[in-house]
């Protein structure tokens, strides 16, 4: 029953005959290399990976339906293998698009995705509220698509950056759209240092991880609630929050 389900999923977003030769050879594993309709170029998976639970959130059940009109800027951060900056760099083809991932299989994968198009950044690094060091791993057993990061000031791996110091990187003056998807990382986000740039984002796409990390939810909602004087709340498929600053235009 599930499989069939999944076929119905692939039939109804790409079309009978597409659908089902994309069903079959994700039945089958073939998944390095991947076309779909409306995506300029192929985009690889790795078989047997959270690869393909990543692709049916984005791709088939469509949890990232968010749209901006014009967008300049877009930040992805937990960007995993790039499908989310592969689906809006389709969407919106003038955007500049900044990928950031701190795990380094991951980001090789974001690489090989998202590196045939224009305008499109890599950032090695997690996101934090302040540039330090990070430790990466798989902390909940949940494979590729859940890997975390924890302030490792002495011994960590890789860099952090905060969104302060990646708007004054890159030149930014508004983001247009911030994905976060950071496995419990937004607690520290949106505990502190969050005042000059928050106000300065039009859009915040989020996944709150309560589940992995207590307060997660609470500390994202005061820091909204004190940078962003006029905002509205929107759902969307899956476990996305969107929050929409009512004063940018």
């Given at each position: 029953?599930?499989?069939?389900?999944?076929?119905?999923?692939?039939?109804?977003?790409?079309?009978?005959?597409?659908?089902?030769?994309?069903?079959?050879?994700?039945?089958?594993?073939?998944?390095?290399?991947?076309?779909?309709?409306?995506?300029?170029?192929?985009?690889?998976?790795?078989?047997?990976?959270?690869?393909?639970?990543?692709?049916?959130?984005?791709?088939?059940?469509?949890?990232?339906?968010?749209?901006?009109?014009?967008?300049?800027?877009?930040?992805?951060?937990?960007?995993?293998?790039?499908?989310?900056?592969?689906?809006?760099?389709?969407?919106?083809?003038?955007?500049?698009?900044?990928?950031i991932e701190p795990d380094g299989d991951n980001f090789m994968e974001l690489k090989?995705?998202?590196?045939?198009?224009?305008?499109?950044?890599?950032?090695?690094?997690?996101?934090?509220?302040?540039?330090?060091?990070?430790?990466?791993?798989?902390?909940?057993?949940?494979?590729?698509?859940?890997?975390?990061?924890?302030?490792?000031?002495?011994?960590?791996?890789?860099?952090?950056?905060?969104?302060?110091?990646?708007?004054?990187?890159?030149?930014?003056?508004?983001?247009?759209?911030?994905?976060?998807?950071?496995?419990?990382?937004?607690?520290?986000?949106?505990?502190?240092?969050?005042?000059?740039?928050?106000?300065?984002?039009?859009?915040?796409?989020?996944?709150?991880?309560?589940?992995?990390?207590?307060?997660?939810?609470?500390?994202?909602?005061?820091?909204?609630?004190?940078?962003?004087?006029?905002?509205?709340?929107?759902?969307t498929r899956g476990e996305n929050l969107i929050i929409e600053n009512l004063d940018?235009?």
């Open positions: 029953m599930k499989k069939v389900k999944l076929a119905a999923k692939f039939c109804l977003n790409f079309g009978l005959f597409k659908g089902l030769w994309l069903f079959i050879k994700f039945q089958a594993g073939f998944t390095e290399k991947v076309k779909l309709p409306a995506i300029k170029y192929p985009i690889s998976l790795r078989p047997g990976t959270s690869d393909a639970i990543t692709f049916r959130d984005i791709f088939l059940d469509n949890q990232y339906n968010v749209s901006v009109r014009n967008p300049k800027i877009i930040i992805d951060g937990g960007a995993n293998i790039g499908l989310f900056t592969v689906l809006m760099k389709n969407k919106y083809p003038d955007a500049k698009i900044i990928a090989k995705n998202a590196s045939p198009y224009q305008d499109v950044f890599f950032e090695n690094y997690g996101i934090w509220n302040t540039d330090t060091k990070l430790k990466v791993y798989d902390k909940y057993n949940r494979g590729k698509w859940g890997v975390v990061v924890e302030e490792d000031p002495e011994n960590g791996t890789i860099p952090a950056i905060s969104i302060h110091s990646l708007m004054k990187k890159y030149q930014i003056d508004c983001i247009d759209i911030l994905k976060l998807d950071i496995e419990a990382s937004e607690k520290q986000l949106f505990l502190n240092h969050y005042e000059e740039w928050l106000p300065k984002v039009k859009k915040i796409v989020i996944e709150l991880h309560d589940g992995f990390e207590e307060d997660c939810s609470r500390t994202f909602f005061e820091a909204i609630n004190k940078a962003i004087p006029r905002y509205k709340l929107h759902t940018i235009a």
